[in-house]
């Protein structure tokens, strides 16, 4: 094979595993380095994959067993082993990086003290290190991170959203006018996206100051479960996550519609979101890798989505499929009740890309596998009970987030403060 040598970071986890898979199966040669940190969270949260998951060595040989093409991996946590990370880097000497290894859930961050702070700690040490380590090796390694369309916030900006550069002109002293694209004004809705919004800061900087070649995926929300690699055997599945804490709302409607259960809507419904398959997740990254920025040139920001909507539209677009019923139910995240959303994404359509939507693409794979293992549903893990704030909280009949552990028990080992009585 004369592929790249290609190193996903976080290769164990919802997207970053049929993205391996993906590359691999292009023939470039595929390493996954994971900390496998999204398995031990479904310990402690007590819930599990609706799909199930074989561990990482029966994954991989899985793959190799189907394909013929070997995928190597290591168990490293780069956000706290530094020196390890910068050694196999060192020998490993990637053309390509691509980074996942971030906590992705929104309402975990928001679950509490413990959980905030690991959000912050692991996702931005993990990042800073890539950078660094990247940096202090002299390595022209082309890194593609996964980001999120949740910088740019759901405020309704009455313009098309632009792929993260916002053109602007400012008056000097003298009345000249001079023209700048200055990275669009972050709105963060949770501290998982706070931390997307400082990696983007992370990624100028080294960018400018170390002309190291970046791309930043801004993606949207990711619907679909399989892609034709992960189809190819059992223990190739990629993972359904359903629960109030990770799963996405799609998921959590797929769930309830198995098991009867009227479709929650949270608010009114009037939240516009953007939407990606699986399987264009994985093209989009494929397309990253190809068409890497200049050394020396700025970030390459590029809006990873194929569609917005409503999540009442997409609530009646499942029960207009299932005729399940629609619930609402109060909000348990601070944001507006309705908002618009119009978003660029003209570079990555001008790359090749052709989204598969959710009204032609639903009933591929997401209803059928919902339906198969309804088995595995625990019905008590799939409302969203992590509360924002106080007056969200409040909203939601004064409950309280889920209790978490501190000291021997806490598995990031991070212990919280105790509330003066």
């Known amino acids: 094979m004369n592929g790249k040598k290609i190193l996903v970071l976080g290769g164990d986890g919802f997207c970053g595993w049929p993205t391996a898979l993906h590359l691999s199966s292009l023939g470039h040669h595929v390493t996954i380095l994971d900390n496998l940190s999204r398995r031990r969270i479904d310990l402690e949260l007590g819930i599990r994959s609706l799909t199930p998951i074989e561990p990482i060595d029966i994954r991989v ?16 946590d780069i956000a706290r082993e530094y020196q390890e990370f910068c050694d196999f880097l060192a020998e490993l000497r990637p053309d ?22 690991y959000t912050v700690d692991n996702n931005l040490s993990a990042t800073h290190n890539v950078l660094v380590a990247l940096n202090d ?22 313009f098309e959203l632009p792929e993260g550069y916002l053109p602007v002109e400012v008056t000097d002293d003298q009345g000249q006018r001079h023209k700048r694209d200055i990275l669009y004004p972050t709105n963060p809705g949770s501290v998982y996206h706070l931390t997307k919004s400082l990696d983007q800061l992370l990624f100028q900087f080294y960018a400018n100051n170390d002309k190291m070649r970046i791309t930043d995926l801004h993606q949207g929300i990711v619907w679909g479960t399989q892609t034709d690699q992960t189809r190819r055997h059992p223990a190739l599945v990629n993972r359904f996550d359903y629960d109030g804490e990770y799963g996405t709302v799609l998921n959590r409607f797929l769930v309830e519609s198995a098991v009867g259960h009227p479709l929650t809507v949270h608010g009114t419904g009037g939240q516009t979101r953007a939407f990606i398959n699986i399987q264009d997740t994985v093209r989009c990254v494929e397309l990253a ?15 990873q989505v194929a569609e917005t909507l409503r999540v009442k539209e997409l609530a009646q677009l499942v029960s207009s499929i299932t005729g399940a019923e629609i619930a609402y139910v109060p909000n348990p995240r601070k944001e507006a009740e309705e908002n618009e959303l119009n978003v ?11 989204p598969i939507l959710l009204a032609a693409g639903l009933l591929d794979d997401t209803i059928e596998i919902s339906s198969r293992y309804k088995d595995r549903i625990n019905l008590d893990k799939i409302p969203a009970r992590t509360a924002w704030n106080e007056d969200r909280s409040n909203a939601l009949g004064g409950q309280e987030n889920a209790d978490t552990e501190s000291g021997d028990d806490d ?10 009585a």
């Open 411 to 420: 598995p990031q080992g991070q212990q919280q403060c105790q509330k003066a």
């Open 61 to 76: 040989e899985a793959w190799e067993e189907v394909s013929g093409n070997r995928i190597d991996y290591a168990v490293i």
């Open 96 to 117: 390509t990086i691509v980074h996942f290894a971030e906590q992705r859930a929104a309402p975990y961050s928001m679950r509490g003290p413990k959980e905030k702070r």
């Open 137 to 158: 090796l002299g390595l022209d390694t082309h890194l593609v991170h996964l980001g999120t369309m949740g910088v740019y916030g759901y405020s309704g900006a009455g």
């Open 289 to 303: 890798v190809n068409n890497p920025p200049a050394a020396g040139s700025p970030v390459k920001i590029l809006n």
């Open 344 to 354: 660029s994404n003209r570079h990555l359509r001008a790359l090749g890309l052709d």
